[in-house]
T-cell receptor, first 112, second 119 residues
Framework: GESVGLHLPTLSVQEGDNSIINCAYS??????FIWYKQESGKGPQFIID?????DKRQGQRVTVLLNKTVKHLSLQIAATQPGDSAVYFC???????????FGQGTTLQVKP | GAGVSQSPSNKVTEKGKDVELRCDPI?????LYWYRQSLGQGLEFLIY????????KSGLPSDRFSAERTGGSVSTLTIQRTQQEDSAVYLC?????????????????FGAGSRLTVL
């Protein structure tokens, strides 16, 4: 069945270092992927998205990489800051529906 | 409104009682979604509404769960005869358009959620 999973539940990085959060998905028909950030007590907040016809997309300090061959998605955060501390979720969408399938989330801890 | 508004923010109820959770989406957003987030878990899809189309209810865990959306705007998620396993944060989200997926217009904007505790 469909599933989106994250490899590590917690990632701890030093302030200023780069962070890489990974995500594996199982539905090869998924054609749209999104990363969300969720801070404590808040709803998830959109970070960046990517379509399946792309393998890389860059935003402000964030880059998403998509490897369809191995069904892997990653989020790279450059120069990680304390404000980046949160839970990060990847999500996939298959076809033109509103049903996003979310992974379990990776907690990013930024050490000062 | 400027964002997705949910109420109540916290609800404590006794097992067996019914609860209603409300979602006020962003004005003009045609699609509305409900997700459930248990402690330390990801988001579990429950239901979504798109315009006048029949809602996708495929994620509702049991017939105790129902949702409606009146006038294409406000939505209410109702849980009847609540059980302890219903305890979770219920998140509502809205988006502008389902067509042209991946264009950016399909990005979901989430509310802060309604935390439900069933004793």
């Amino acid at each position: 069945g469909e599933s989106v999973g994250l490899h590590l539940p917690t990632l701890s990085v030093q302030e200023g270092d780069n962070s890489i959060i990974n995500c594996a998905y199982s539905n090869s028909a998924s054609d749209y992927f999104i990363w969300y950030k969720q801070e404590s007590g808040k709803g998830p907040q959109f970070i960046i998205d990517i379509r399946s016809n792309m393998d890389k997309r860059q935003g402000q300090r964030v880059t998403v990489l998509l490897n369809k061959t191995v069904k892997h998605l990653s989020l790279q955060i450059a120069a990680t800051q304390p404000g980046d501390s949160a839970v990060y979720f990847c999500a996939e969408n298959s076809g033109n529906t509103g049903k996003l399938i979310f992974g379990q989330g990776t907690t990013l801890q930024v050490k000062p | 409104g400027a964002g997705v508004s949910q109420s109540p923010s916290n609800k404590v109820t006794e097992k067996g009682k019914d609860v209603e959770l409300r979602c006020d989406p962003i004005s003009g957003h045609t699609a509305l979604y409900w997700y459930r987030q248990s402690l330390g878990q990801g988001l579990e899809f429950l239901i979504y509404f798109q315009g006048n189309s029949a809602p996708d209810k495929s994620g509702l865990p049991s017939d105790r769960f129902s949702a409606e959306r009146t006038g294409g705007s406000v939505s209410t998620l109702t849980i009847q005869r609540t059980q302890q396993e219903d305890s979770a944060v219920y998140l509502c989200a809205s988006s502008l358009d389902l067509a042209g997926i991946g264009s950016g217009a399909n990005v979901l904007t989430f509310g802060a959620g309604s935390r439900l505790t069933v004793l």
